[in-house]
């Protein structure tokens, strides 16, 4: 196979020497994006060498990154293999956002929703149960933030966002609202999570909040949750022009 065959879909170099972050990425890229599919073999390194102008220390580093990605296998013999779908480590940032960025369809988005819906929901019945009255008087702060920031698009969004990190972190469940700030973080980065939202967004989105606090403020278990899942799912739907 020629290297301009093995290179297909690669971006050339533009300078002399591509940093190892960059390099990573690029072969990321092409795994994620389907340009090389699951069970090919990667160009070799002297061909990738050449190509992008590194070491072969860089790039037999970078391998081992992506490796422990899950994107790739290093195997004696064979070389680099791409690896199924369901070995990819989508929680890694690097891995999660190249997803969400080639997902045209937005499957992954609608994927994403359910998933941070379900953990949400578990974390604000949990903050309902166990927050103190400062808690609580700490998230009756964020909403009125919100209330504050109707208007301001940029102000509103980052004070959404303050809110719902809030009730993951009075929830006291750290393995979950890891999982899904991770989830979150990555998404806002793409202009199509935040979608096209109607006119009256930011007044649903409010009161959609403020079901929630006060869910969490009385200490209702069910109502912040059955709250919370509303408003991820409605939200999304929403933004995607999904809703019903």
């Given at each position: 196979m020629?290297?301009?065959?093995?290179?297909?879909?690669?971006?050339?170099?533009?300078?002399?020497?591509?940093?190892?972050?960059?390099?990573?990425?690029?072969?990321?890229?092409?795994?994620?994006?389907?340009?090389?599919?699951?069970?090919?073999?990667?160009?070799?390194?002297?061909?990738?060498?050449?190509?992008?102008?590194?070491?072969?220390?860089?790039?037999?580093?970078?391998?081992?990154?992506?490796?422990?990605?899950?994107?790739?296998?290093?195997?004696?013999?064979?070389?680099?293999?791409?690896?199924?779908?369901?070995?990819?480590?989508?929680?890694d940032?690097?891995?999660?956002s190249?997803?969400?960025?080639?997902d045209?369809?937005?499957?992954?988005?609608?994927?994403?929703?359910?998933?941070?819906?379900?953990?949400?929901?578990?974390?604000?019945?949990?903050?309902?149960?166990?927050?103190?009255?400062?808690?609580?008087?700490?998230?009756?702060?964020?909403?009125?933030?919100?209330?504050?920031?109707?208007?301001?698009?940029?102000?509103?969004?980052?004070?959404?966002?303050?809110?719902?990190?809030?009730?993951?972190r009075?929830?006291?469940?750290?393995?979950?609202?890891n999982?899904?700030?991770?989830?979150?973080?990555?998404?806002r980065?793409?202009?199509?999570?935040?979608?096209?939202?109607?006119?009256?967004?930011?007044?649903?989105?409010?009161?959609?909040?403020?079901?929630?606090?006060?869910?969490?403020?009385?200490?209702?278990?069910?109502?912040?949750?059955?709250?919370?899942?509303?408003?991820?799912?409605?939200?999304?739907?929403?933004?995607?022009?999904?809703?019903?």
């Amino acid at each position: 196979m020629s290297a301009s065959l093995e290179l297909r879909g690669l971006v050339a170099p533009e300078s002399q020497q591509r940093p190892a972050d960059t390099f990573m990425r690029e072969i990321a890229d092409s795994i994620i994006s389907g340009r090389y599919a699951e069970g090919e073999v990667l160009p070799p390194e002297a061909v990738l060498g050449g190509y992008f102008r590194v070491s072969r220390t860089i790039i037999r580093e970078s391998m081992k990154r992506l490796e422990e990605k899950g994107l790739v296998a290093i195997q004696q013999g064979r070389g680099t293999l791409v690896q199924p779908h369901a070995r990819w480590n989508v929680l890694d940032p690097l891995v999660l956002s190249a997803v969400i960025a080639h997902d045209e369809q937005l499957h992954t988005l609608d994927e994403l929703t359910l998933v941070r819906g379900a953990l949400e929901s578990v974390m604000a019945g949990q903050a309902a149960r166990r927050a103190s009255a400062a808690e609580r008087e700490e998230l009756r702060a964020a909403l009125e933030e919100m209330r504050e920031a109707e208007g301001d698009y940029t102000r509103f969004r980052d004070a959404d966002a303050d809110f719902h990190r809030i009730v993951m972190r009075l929830s006291g469940n750290f393995l979950a609202g890891n999982i899904a700030d991770t989830l979150y973080s990555r998404a806002r980065e793409f202009s199509r999570f935040e979608g096209h939202p109607p006119a009256d967004a930011s007044q649903r989105t409010l009161a959609q909040h403020r079901a929630v606090y006060e869910a969490v403020a009385a200490g209702d278990e069910e109502a912040a949750r059955a709250a919370m899942n509303e408003h991820i799912v409605d939200a999304w739907r929403r933004r995607s022009g999904t809703a019903g």
